[in-house]
T-cell receptor
Framework: GAGVSQSPSNKVTEKGKDVELRCDPI?????LYWYRQSLGQGLEFLIY????????KSGLPSDRFSAERTGGSVSTLTIQRTQQEDSAVYLC????????????FGPGTRLTVT | AQTVTQSQPEMSVQEAETVTLSCTYD???????LFWYKQPPSRQMILVIR??????QNATENRFSVNFQKAAKSFSLKISDSQLGDAAMYFC???????????????FGKGTLLTVNP
C-alpha cells in the first residue's frame, strides 16, 4: 500500500517568510510524528499526534513552530518568520496507536532558508 | 534523559564481507526498544531491525543481526555478505517501552555512514 508521503520534497524560502510542510500518513495510522534532521543537531523529535490532538509538543524549538492535524489524517507543520537555523530536513512518520514501536517514515522535506 | 551514541561517523566494507556498526545508550529504564534505521540518499528512513529489551535473544533479519548486551548498554548491528545497496547512513535509536510517559518518541544517535566498496 501507499507509504507516508510528504510535500514539497524541497523548499527554498527567504528568511522571514512563513512555510507550510505537509504530511500524509499511512491510511489507518492514528499516531503521527514530526522529526527534524539537521547537521548540527542530528535527528530530533518535534511533536506527536494521537488522532487530531498533540499531547506532546515538547520538541518544537520555538513558538514560531506549530503543527496541526485534521480529520485524523493529514498534518501540516508551519514555521513562521523562518530563520537560517531552520534549514533542515523535516521528517514525518506514522504508526498504529498501539504499535508506536513501528514508525514508518516519509521521504522528508528539505527546507533551505536563504 | 536517554542518550544514544554512535562512535563511528564512517565505516567502509568490501562487498560480500561483514561489517559491525556500534551503538551504546544510556538509560535508567528496564523496559525499552532499540532500533537500527537505514537512510539511503533518498532520505527515507527504513527500519532495519528492532530489539525489545526484555528479550534475551538477539534479533535477526536476513543478513542483519544485532548483538544486544543489556548490562553493557550496547547494541551493535552486524551486516553479513554486504551488498552495494547496503550503502547508507545507519542510525541507532531508542524508545521507552513502558506504558505512559514518552513511549512513542524515538531518540537517535548521530549516525554512521557506511560505504560498500565493489
Amino acid at each position: 500500500g501507499a507509504g507516508v508521503s510528504q510535500s514539497p520534497s524541497n523548499k527554498v524560502t527567504e528568511k522571514g517568510k512563513d512555510v507550510e510542510l505537509r504530511c500524509d500518513p499511512i491510511s489507518g495510522h492514528t499516531a503521527l510524528y514530526w522529526y527534524r534532521q539537521s547537521l548540527g543537531q542530528g535527528l530530533e523529535f518535534l511533536i506527536y499526534f494521537q488522532g487530531n490532538s498533540a499531547p506532546d509538543k515538547s520538541g518544537l524549538p520555538s513558538d514560531r513552530f506549530s503543527a496541526e492535524r485534521t480529520g485524523g489524517s493529514v498534518s501540516t507543520l508551519t514555521i513562521q518568520r523562518t530563520q537560517q537555523e531552520d534549514s533542515a530536513v523535516y521528517l514525518c512518520a506514522s504508526s498504529f496507536l498501539d504499535r508506536t514501536y513501528e514508525q514508518y517514515f516519509g521521504p522528508g522535506t528539505r527546507l533551505t532558508v536563504t | 534523559a536517554q542518550t544514544v551514541t554512535q562512535s563511528q561517523p564512517e565505516m567502509s566494507v568490501q562487498e560480500a564481507e561483514t561489517v559491525t556498526l556500534s551503538c551504546t545508550y544510556d538509560t535508567s529504564e528496564s523496559d525499552y526498544y532499540l532500533f537500527w534505521y537505514k537512510q539511503p540518499p533518498s532520505r527515507q528512513m527504513i527500519l532495519v531491525i528492532r530489539q525489545e529489551a526484555y528479550k534475551q535473544q538477539n534479533a535477526t533479519e536476513n543478513r542483519f543481526s544485532v548483538n544486544f548486551q543489556k548490562a553493557a548498554k550496547s547494541f551493535s548491528l552486524k551486516i553479513s555478505d554486504s551488498q552495494l545497496g547496503d550503502a547508507a547512513m545507519y542510525f541507532c535509536a531508542y524508545r521507552s517501552g513502558g506504558s505512559g510517559g514518552s513511549n512513542y518518541k524515538l531518540t537517535f544517535g548521530k549516525g554512521t555512514l557506511l560505504t560498500v566498496n565493489p
